[in-house]
């Protein structure tokens, strides 16, 4: 019997800290240490969150050129919704050599790492920490880098949450414009235009301002011009639509791609969906959102990131009970038409998922994929196809609007 849900209008939730403070403060409610880890390619400095659980992977993230963990993830990290999600995980942050706060100069005469060997130090550092798997999240040049680790070592990674990502190398006409770009601009505008959209350079003056900054006074500009360097000389990641039959290179663990809608990546990451797995992969693209989803909208992210994870088998829904009571400060209730209901998800095991608006609501999710969904601001239901519902005829990539 389907059910039909009354529309409503979802504010964004603010983060729990503000402007400068939301991008360099991480809230100290886990047992942080950080260590320069020494791998096969010079050493880079991790930052581990919480204590690694044997039996569950830790969430391993990577930032983006013009940016370091704190700049890139703190302000989802640091929201309460994301903090009920991560309470189960240990995090693991990677900076980029010589990108983390306070980072000296590298030594005259030091070769940067590629991209191809910037993935290969990763796996020094779950050696490093004990970490046998991990749920990758990267954002541009940090995503890049987390696809090339997992296509070498698919067995160390269980999922991706890939933000911004280009699988392409540069072409010939954008390494020309970089090229212009670099003789005409400082670097700072240069990363801007990587990370922001036009529109939101010109709209979003106190977030630019509040970026401009941070790369302008606490990167370290030589260091940062390697890594630009590096990630503009990337190859082509050589990833195809896997065609029964024939063996191709592909990403063999579920995908969540992500992107703003005024992004400057937009069409890149459509691109890569177009070569994943369609079985495999959902492209989740950001309404009224610009480059950097996980700071201009957190709630919705931390929403999404939950039903990945709960896709692939963890956090049962009974314990997300910060989610299950998100956004309700608006007043603002979203109701069926024949009530609320709790509802069973069966296929890869049984798991009841709950699905909160300004209020709560409870879905239903068969091994046949028949899905309710209400239409509202956040439509975001996250369910990558199985071996459970493989029945299904001629399975297409999910793509949800938020």
């Known amino acids: 019997m389907s059910t039909e849900f009354q529309d409503a209008h979802l504010a964004e939730v603010k983060p729990l800290v503000e402007k400068e403070e939301a991008i360099t403060r991480l809230l100290p409610d886990f047992d942080v240490q950080e260590q320069d880890v020494e791998t096969v390619h010079g050493s880079v400095h991790v930052t581990m969150c919480g204590t690694p659980r044997g039996n569950r992977p830790a969430i391993l993230t990577y930032h983006d050129i013009g940016l370091n963990h704190k700049t890139c993830f703190n302000p989802l990290f640091n929201f309460e919704d994301m ?22 100069s590298f030594q005259a005469g030091y070769v940067y790492p590629s991209m191809d060997q910037l993935a290969e130090m990763l796996p020094g ?44 190398a540069e ?27 036009k ?8 977030l630019i301002h509040t970026y401009r900054q941070h790369i302008t006074n ?23 639509r896997p065609v029964p039959g024939i063996n191709v290179v592909t990403l ?11 992004s400057p990546a937009v069409d890149a990451v459509v691109e890569c969906n177009s070569k994943l797995d369609p079985t495999r992969t959902t492209l989740l693209k950001m309404a009224d959102c610009g480059g950097l989803p996980q700071v201009s909208q957190p709630a919705k992210l931390a929403e999404a990131f939950k039903y990945f994870v709960q896709g692939m ?29 709790s509802r ?9 998922r709950s699905h909160t608006g300004e209020g709560t609501r409870s879905r239903s999710h068969t091994g046949e994929g028949a899905r309710n969904r209400s239409h509202t601001d956040t439509r975001i239901e996250l369910t990558p196809n199985s071996a459970s519902n493989a029945e299904q005829s001629s399975p297409k990539s999910m793509e949800v609007s938020c």
């Not at 009920?84 to 000296?104: K, L, N, R, S």
Request: hydrophobic content about 35%; some cysteine.
């Open 313 to 341: 088998g963890y956090i049962p829904s009974a314990s997300m009970t910060r989610l299950m009571r998100s956004r309700t400060a608006s007043g603002s209730s979203v109701t069926s038409l024949e009530g609320q209901r």
């Open 83 to 104: 903090q009920e999600i991560t309470q189960h995980f240990a995090v693991c942050h990677v900076d980029a050599p010589g990108q983390q706060d306070g980072a000296p």
């Open 171 to 197: 072409g010939w006409m954008d390494w020309a414009a970089t090229k212009i770009s670099g003789w005409t601009n400082a670097l700072p505008d240069m990363v801007i235009s990587h990370l922001f959209g």
């Open 125 to 168: 550092i779950l050696k490093q920490f004990g970490l046998k798997t991990v749920i990758g999240m990267g954002t541009g040049a940090g995503a890049y880098i987390l696809t090339r680790f997992a296509l070498n070592h698919a067995e160390m990674v269980e999922g991706l949450v890939l933000i911004n990502v280009n699988p392409c």
């Open 252 to 262: 063999q663990c579920p995908v969540l791609l992500v992107v703003g809608d005024s």
């Open 344 to 352: 069973s998800h069966t296929g890869e095991g049984t798991r009841s």
């Open 218 to 240: 606490d990167m370290n500009q030589t260091n940062l011009h390697l890594f630009v360097n590096s990630y503009n000389s990337r190859r082509d990641l050589e990833i195809e």
């Open 199 to 206: 529109e939101e350079i010109h709209s979003n003056h106190d």
